[in-house]
Nanobody, 120 residues
Framework: QVQLSESGGGLVEAGGSLKLSCSASGTIELIKALGWYRELLSGQREFVAATSRDATNYKESVKGRFTISADNVKKTVDLQMNSLKPEDTAVYYC???????????????WGQGTKVTVSS
């Protein structure tokens, strides 16, 4: 199995930046893609970004503001978030997939989440 651990959440003003980090442990050779989801205050969980050796994908509303980067050997992944907006407020979850598609719906392993709050 795979365990994921996130760090880097916190409180930031609108327009500010935060960097989230995630590291994997366990049977990391299972991991072919790493990504981030978020759960909004409404309870809705949505795909944010993901990357693999084959592809990198972003939610449309974060393109140009968020950047995902991963170390495919160490199985770590970061999410640099710039120009943050109040609507980015959510609990952010690191996710890992045994598939290399790096798209929503293919992730099988999840972290515990880290909270990001963007004040207006």
């Amino acid at each position: 199995q795979v365990q994921l651990s996130e760090s880097g959440g916190g409180l930031v003003e609108a327009g500010g930046s935060l960097k989230l980090s995630c590291s994997a442990s366990g049977t990391i050779e299972l991991i072919k893609a790493l990504g981030w989801y978020r759960e909004l205050l409404s309870g809705q969980r949505e795909f944010v970004a993901a990357t693999s050796r084959d592809a990198t994908n972003y939610k449309e509303s974060v393109k140009g503001r968020f950047t995902i980067s991963a170390d495919n050997v160490k199985k770590t992944v970061d999410l640099q978030m710039n120009s943050l907006k109040p609507e980015d407020t959510a609990v952010y979850y690191c996710a890992a997939s045994p598939l290399s598609k790096a798209v929503a719906g293919t992730f099988a392993f999840w972290g515990q989440g880290t909270k990001v709050t963007v004040s207006s």
